[in-house]
């Protein structure tokens, strides 16, 4: 168990929704970044927040949207959803976000099916 | 941009037997970090191993060990006395040392046969 919690574990919804993933880092972890991990791009990197700030954009689309609330927990905010938007979606989080590549642990995963 | 490539896309190895897995990358930077990191079955990301570029020595974790070299930009994930629990996807990552983002490879599937 790496401290970091993700819900829900599954979401099965239809195409055109909005939904919203939760990620809680561990204790301490002022660090949140989200990764998107489908079949034919493999391990990508969407976003990063630090105490709250967005600090660095990867491969976001401009349907998703993320923020990082006061208590550090992020949610990552997914619209007008796709069929290609199915995906296992990481939540990870780590304890610095500017000073130092700090090791990334990473929670279990919310499996997203887009129907 | 940073790549990360993993040449093997399947590996396989007898129980108690050792194996290494390739990973080589592309950077102009001088300060990064590295990791492996293991997906079983469950998909849960985890973490194996991690070694800093300027670190000489090569990182150890008990049965996993590293073979660090940054001149040929190789940095390939030995597992001693294989075990059935150790079967999974394997994830190499390079990451920036003021950076943020994880770069990973496309990943090894390593079968471990009893």
């Known amino acids: 168990d790496s401290g970091v919690t993700q819900t829900p574990k599954h979401l099965i919804t239809a195409t055109g929704q909005r939904v919203t993933l939760r990620c809680s880092p561990r204790?301490?972890?002022?660090?949140v970044y989200w990764y998107q991990q489908s079949l034919d791009q493999g391990l990508q990197f969407l976003i990063h927040y630090y105490n709250g700030e967005e600090r660095a954009k990867g491969n976001i689309l401009e349907r998703f949207s993320a923020q990082q609330f006061p208590d550090l927990h992020s949610e990552l905010n997914l619209s007008s959803l796709e069929l290609g938007d199915s995906a296992l979606y990481f939540c990870?989080?780590?304890?610095?976000?500017?000073?130092?590549?700090?090791?990334?642990?990473f929670g279990p995963g919310t499996r997203l099916l887009v129907l | 941009a940073q790549t990360v490539t993993q040449s093997q896309p399947e590996m396989s190895v007898q129980e108690a037997e050792t194996v290494t897995l390739s990973c080589t990358y592309d950077?102009?930077?001088?300060?990064?970090?590295l990791f492996w990191y293991k997906q079983p079955p469950s998909r849960q990301m985890i973490l194996v191993i991690r070694?800093?570029?300027?670190?000489?020595q090569n990182a150890t974790e008990n049965r996993f060990s590293v073979n660090f070299q940054k001149a040929a930009k190789s940095f390939s994930l030995k597992i001693s006395d294989s075990q059935l629990g150790d079967a999974a996807m394997y994830f190499c990552a390079y990451g920036l040392y003021s950076g943020s983002r994880l770069t990973f490879g496309e990943g090894t599937q390593l079968t471990v046969n009893p």
């Open positions: 990870a989080s780590s304890s610095t976000g500017t000073s130092g590549q700090e090791t990334q642990y």
């Open positions: 950077t102009s930077e001088s300060d990064y970090y």
């Open positions: 204790s301490g972890d002022l660090s």
């Open positions: 070694q800093e570029a300027y670190k000489q």
